[in-house]
């Protein structure tokens, strides 16, 4: 079975892709999609992807998946090992959770700010096929709420190693593309979140925490 990969090298969220493959072994193709000249708009990659977004994985069985959560529940489903959704319901339920509000505090949160701000983006304030003006107070509530993300996790992570369930998981590998896209708005990991700064340098011990 060929899986192929529809990746962009400078995004956050085919990145999260690409990090779980990795973190599974599963060999695949990558097929870069540039999304500053606006190829993911293109006819040839919305017969792909409709919804024009990255990232997609591709198998030659005919399966197409277009977002995150049915790639992560497929490569699960397919590549059991290592496990990364948990294996009681106590463990799927806490890295369920706090994975999404790693998806909604933080990866939201600072699209919001950066997507409602960056003259490069001023007709799409929303990924997707469809664009939407900027509203500029949208940019500072997702700045504030970004910060408060990053308070958030330097709490939990007090005396953890990992983000929910006491090992490694999804939940890790989504904080991890959140913290290290919060650049773009100009937030980084400094003294005020010492819990997150000693996670963070955990996590980049990780091989595929590089790609």
Known sequence: MTIT???????PSPRR????????GVAHETVEIDLRSGEQ????????????TVPALRCDDGLLLTDNAAITAWLEARFPEPNM?????????????WNWRVEFEGLLAIAEAMRNRAPAMAERALA?????????????????????FFAT?????????FLAADRFSIADITAVVA???????????????PELQRWRAGMAL?????L
Do not use: H
Not at 85 to 97: N, Q, V
């Open 5 to 11: 990969l529809y990746d962009c090298a400078t995004a």
């Open 17 to 24: 892709a690409r990090i779980l493959l990795a973190e599974k």
């Open 41 to 52: 708009l293109g006819d040839a990659y919305r017969r792909l992807n409709p919804q024009c």
């Open 85 to 97: 959704l948990g294996e009681t319901p106590a463990e799927k339920a806490e890295i369920a959770s």
């Open 128 to 148: 997707g096929p469809v664009n939407y003006a900027q509203i500029p107070e949208l940019a500072e509530r997702g700045q504030a709420r970004a910060r408060q």
């Open 153 to 161: 996790l330097d709490g939990r992570l007090a005396g953890r190693d």
């Open 179 to 193: 913290v290290d896209f919060a650049r773009v708005i100009k937030l980084r990991i400094d003294e005020q979140v």
């Open 206 to 210: 990780r091989p595929a925490m590089s």
